[in-house]
Every structure is written in C-alpha cells, then in structure tokens.
C-alpha cells in the first residue's frame, strides 16, 4: 500500500488541497481530517511536509497569525500560479475520468 500512496495517491491529496483552497483558506488540522474523511489513510507526517512542498513550489501562500507562537495556527491560500495548476489537473481528471467511465476495460480476475 506504501507503494501506491507514494506513486499514485498523493497527487490525489495535492488536488484535494489545491481544489479546498481555492474555496477559501485550509488549516493542516483540517485538511487532513478531511482527506480522511475521504478514506485516505494519512498521517500528519505526511500532509504537514506536503504543504510545505506545494508552498515551495508557489502553489499555495501561508498566513501565520504572529501573536500565537510556535504552534500559531498556519492559514493555506491559493496562489495564481495554484490556480493554473488546479486548472491543468481538472482538465486532465475530465479526459481520465471520461476514459475510464466510457471505456473500463475487462476486469481482472484473480
């Protein structure tokens, strides 16, 4: 399962936070509840560097409220560069989506 969450599932988790902050401002706490919500078996260890990441690579900006310390709560924006990428993906998840649904293939037996 490690496999498939590190090759395949964690575009999913980045598409989860990027489509959630284009609806407003994401806290960690919460994005992860809700990709738990969403069945996804995830750890603080993993979303906390994975916003971090997407920080790094312009697709989100953070607020830090100054007055709360070192665990002052962090507040996940998306960025204009963010929105392309959102853009690009959902256009992408379409064509897949579409693929699958009109064309699913034989299943596999086992």
């Not at 090759?7 to 994401?26: C, D, R, T, Y």
């Not at 990709?35 to 916003?51: A, E, F």
């Amino acid at each position: 399962m490690k496999d498939i969450q590190r090759e395949i599932l964690l575009g999913f988790w980045k598409i989860h936070i990027l489509h959630h902050a284009s609806e407003g401002p994401v806290v960690g706490h919460w994005m992860l509840n809700e990709l738990r919500r969403h069945g996804y078996d995830v750890s603080p260890g993993t979303v906390y560097p994975l916003l971090g990441r997407m920080l790094e690579r312009g697709w989100l900006r953070c607020e830090v409220d100054p007055s709360g310390g070192l665990r002052a709560r962090k507040e996940y924006y998306l960025t204009q560069k963010g929105k392309k990428v959102l853009a690009v993906v959902k256009k992408q998840l379409l064509e897949l989506y579409k693929e699958l649904h009109d064309h699913p293939g034989k299943e596999v037996k086992t």
